[in-house]
Structure formats: structure tokens, C-alpha cells
């Protein structure tokens, strides 16, 4: 369903994205590990032109766009069809819960307002927060105010959602609600490309685990596998590192 073909970002003549291949098939859920700035974000956001890659082939289902020749139509298209899910939840302030999640189906789908304020309010039933309708950001608290962005990642019916780390601006009381979340996302087989560093979430969520390093793509498999038996040593060491602070469920 999507496929990215040496996609190749560039900073300051750095290259942060070195020939990215990947493939996501629809239903799978794909967790990004790896050590912090080697690219994971990156990847994200190239992939809806948050960031403009400056080489590459980006396709989603029978959209296929050219990076280095991609056009307006082109970069609306792809943001159709995906929804970002920010670790800073860059939710409106001036809107309230149910305004955040109605935007993008108003200015981005061209619904009517009473059309995307009633698939608004199914969102927020689905999320939990029904009664938080009318409440503006400030008022929510940070696992509330991430729910709200995710809810209107979920409201977009996009191909894919991209998770950029969603849980690190959280403190440690909220992420539980978060992940719980995205877990019900997964077991309704939503397409998730999720970049993270909570390993157990990896671990029981994940299809498919890919661990990024220097801008490529150095070893992917299931969690089973990437876990236990990682064979890249690099794989090894940053696992050996991360599951020093934070132990990961014993596989069965």
C-alpha cells in the first residue's frame, strides 16, 4: 500500500535520509527505533512534505509523487493521505477540543461545519473525552491534549498515521492513556508508522520493528526477532543500552 524508494533528505550537505527503501503493507503497524538523530523524525515528515526530500519516490496506493519534482497538488494529495500525530500535540489554542479535530475536515476536506463538528463528536466519544468538547487546550492536561491531536489524526481517514515520538512531551502519568490509545487504534488495524522510544510498546503492538541509524535503515523484522536475536551489532548495542533504563516484557 505505501512504498518509498531511496528517499534522500539533506541538511546543510548532511544527508539525514540516505537512500530510504520501506514498505508498508495496509494494517501493519511499523514502530522506528533508534538513536536520537539518525533520521527517524525525519522520515516522518518527509513522508507528507513537512520536510521536501530532495530525491525519492513516495507512493500510497495509486498515488505516486516524485520527490525532487513534486508540485502543490501533489504535496496536497499526500497530506490526504496521511495524518500526523505531533509530540508536542500542536493542538489550536484558540479552539476548542472539538474545533481542533473538525479543522482539517473543513479547510482540508471542504466539509460543511455541522458535517465535521458531528464526525468531530464521534471522534471524541471514540477518545474518551465527550465531556471535553468545549474545552480549549489549556484546560486539558497533556495525555488530554495528545488524545485531542490523535483524534484528529483519526478524523482524517487517512491511508497512514504517522506518530512522531507521541509521548515524549508527556509526563510519565499521561503516557499510559496515550498508549492505550494507539494500541485500540491497532487492534482496529489502522496503518501506523510510529517513531518511538517506548520499547514495550514496540514490543506489543508492532508487526514490524525498523532500527535507523546514520540516516539508513540497518535491520527491521518482528518484534520477536529484532528483540531477542537482533544480528546487526549496532542493533545490539543500542538495545543494550535502552533496555538498561527501560526492561522490556519477557517474550513468550
Not at 17 to 41: A, Y
Not at 125 to 146: T, V, W
Request: with cysteine; aromatic share 6%.
Amino acid at each position: 500500500m505505501i512504498n518509498v524508494r531511496h528517499l534522500i533528505k539533506r541538511f546543510g550537505g548532511s544527508a539525514v535520509l540516505d537512500g530510504i527503501d520501506l514498505s508498508i503493507e495496509q494494517g501493519e503497524i511499523i514502530v522506528v527505533i533508534g538513536p536520537s538523530g539518525t533520521g527517524k523524525s525525519t522520515l516522518l515528515r518527509c513522508l507528507n512534505f513537512l520536510e521536501k526530500p530532495e530525491a525519492g519516490h513516495i507512493t500510497i496506493g495509486d498515488l505516486c509523487v516524485d520527490a525532487a519534482h513534486a508540485r502543490r497538488d501533489d504535496i496536497l494529495a499526500l497530506r490526504r493521505r496521511t495524518a500526523f500525530v505531533f509530540q508536542n500535540y500542536a493542538l489550536f489554542a484558540n479552539k476548542t477540543a472539538l474545533e481542533n479535530i473538525a479543522e482539517g475536515l473543513i479547510v482540508v476536506n471542504r466539509w460543511s461545519k455541522n458535517k465535521a463538528h458531528s464526525r468531530a463528536h464521534e471522534i471524541l466519544e471514540r477518545i474518551g473525552l465527550a465531556d471535553k468538547a468545549n474545552a480549549y487546550p489549556a484546560s486539558l492536561s497533556g495525555g488530554q491534549q495528545q488524545r485531542v491531536g490523535i483524534g484528529r489524526a483519526m478524523a482524517a481517514q487517512a491511508d497512514v498515521i504517522l506518530f512522531d515520538e507521541p509521548t515524549s512531551s508527556l509526563d510519565p502519568e499521561w503516557v499510559e492513556e496515550v498508549l492505550a490509545l494507539m494500541k485500540q487504534l491497532a487492534t482496529e488495524r489502522q496503518t501506523m508508522l510510529v517513531v518511538t522510544h517506548e520499547m514495550s510498546f514496540a514490543q506489543d503492538v508492532a508487526d514490524r520493528v525498523i532500527f535507523m541509524e546514520g540516516g539508513r535503515i540497518v535491520e527491521q523484522g518482528p518484534p520477536s526477532q529484532l528483540f531477542q536475536a537482533p544480528k546487526d551489532p549496532r542493533t545490539r548495542d543500542f538495545l543494550r543500552k535502552v533496555l538498561a533504563n527501560q526492561p522490556i516484557n519477557p517474550m513468550g
